[in-house]
């Protein structure tokens, strides 16, 4: 089974303390990940691209060279928080007693509508005007169309806007990174990437800050502070598309590539991949929406079974050694567990590609040994 047909390389570009790192797919490769291990070194000068002239850059090196990893591992290289304690870290604060709507599948907001003496036909005038034909309303009063008592309604038992917009920076590249503030003041970012073959990806944050603690990443020395609500992970491509639309056109895919684990935040990022793929609403194409993981295997399994949406796997070395390393996650799910995991769940599914993503970094996971054929990949007859 050849588990993947493409390839993601993102370019990573260090920011300074006070900003995360930007994870920004770069390109796409239509080989197989089989001959793509196979090749020889390439080399990618676009990775050294510069976001703007306060970030630095990793440095990507594809000659031969040997791994210097720890003698010994320090509590720094273990997790910042307790994998599987989403239940502790607060998500955003309620507002009294009004109901977030875009924290609603649409079968809760008809619910939700009928609740309130309201026919269902009501319901989807306002899920359209929440999602659809150009609208994108942030408050009721840009709710047209709608019954005045409705409106009324809607004004003194719903809230519509879970996040403020606090900056957008723009590369010279045309990416726009976009700042928003939490009703508690947190600061999340999203990013949207303009492509030359028209194709737009909002990148959405699902966490504030991060458990994984992913070497390569500033996000997870920022530790885990609290997840994001459904309504706040979604109300990010909402406004992506309404500030952005008219300077890049459409965007067309969504990956959850910002801020966070996104399976750390499990139930809520599954529900908001149902809100973007609803055909009334967003209506994002379930192919186009890409959720990425570290590896965290009992909800990889549930998201292959639960869901539609794509799959990203980061995975960065091809050895136990060097990932324990790199991403601290392989020390509870080992490289061998999580290949076979994928292994055996995509064999129930067909025309599923899962794409692997790989930051090369110089020294570390470079090397023509990471690509050898003897790598886990093979041992478990991943591609056999």
């Known amino acids: ?87 502790k870290k607060a998500e955003s604060p309620k507002k009294g007693s009004k109901v977030i709507l875009k924290g609603l599948t649409y079968p809760e907001v008809e619910k939700w509508v009928q609740s309130h003496g309201y026919r269902p036909g009501q319901a989807l005038m306002l899920w359209k005007r929440l999602y659809g034909n150009n609208v994108w309303a942030s408050c009721y009063e840009e709710l047209e169309g709608l019954n005045k008592d409705f409106k009324k309604m809607l004004g003194e038992h719903a809230d519509f806007k879970p996040l403020s917009l606090k900056d957008i920076h723009t590369a010279s590249d045309g990416t726009r990174k976009i700042l928003f503030a939490l009703e508690d003041g947190l600061i999340i970012e999203t990013v949207v990437i303009p492509c030359e073959r ?23 020395r920022m530790g885990l502070q609290r997840n994001l609500s459904t309504a706040e992970i979604v109300e990010q491509a909402v406004l992506a598309r309404r500030l952005l639309s008219s300077e890049v056109g459409s965007i067309t895919n969504v990956v959850f590539m910002g801020m966070g684990e996104p399976l750390h935040n499990f139930e809520n990022v599954l529900k908001a991949s149902e809100i973007m793929v609803d055909e009334q609403g967003l209506h994002f194409s379930p192919r186009k929406v890409t959720v990425s993981t570290s590896g965290l295997v009992p909800q990889l ?13 980061s995975l960065n070395a091809t050895t136990d050694e060097v990932r324990n390393w790199i991403m601290p996650i392989n020390r509870k799910y080992k490289l061998g567990l999580l290949l076979e995991t994928l ?5 129930a599914r067909q025309n599923y590609k899962v794409l692997f993503e790989y930051v090369m970094l110089a020294g570390v996971n470079d090397s023509c040994w990471n690509f050898h054929f003897s790598s886990p990949f093979h041992t478990i007859g991943i591609f056999s």
């Not at 028209?198 to 997870?220: E, H, L």
């Open 343 to 347: 292994r055996e769940e995509l064999c």
């Open 301 to 313: 399994k549930r998201f292959l079974r639960e869901s539609n949406c794509a799959l990203a796997v």
């Open 198 to 220: 028209g194709r737009t990806t909002v990148c959405v944050s699902s966490q504030v800050g991060c458990a994984m603690n992913c070497q390569f990443c500033y996000t997870g």
């Open 1 to 87: 089974m050849e588990l993947s047909g493409s390839v993601w390389m993102r370019r990573v570009g260090m920011l300074s303390a006070r900003r995360s790192l930007l994870h920004l797919a770069a390109t796409q490769f239509h080989s197989s990940f089989t001959n793509f291990l196979a090749s020889p070194p390439l080399s990618f000068p676009f990775l050294t691209k510069f976001l703007g002239p306060s970030s630095r850059c990793i440095s990507f090196s594809t000659h031969s060279s040997a791994a210097t990893l720890p003698s010994t591992l320090h509590q720094d290289d273990l997790f910042t928080s307790p994998v599987g304690d989403d239940e």
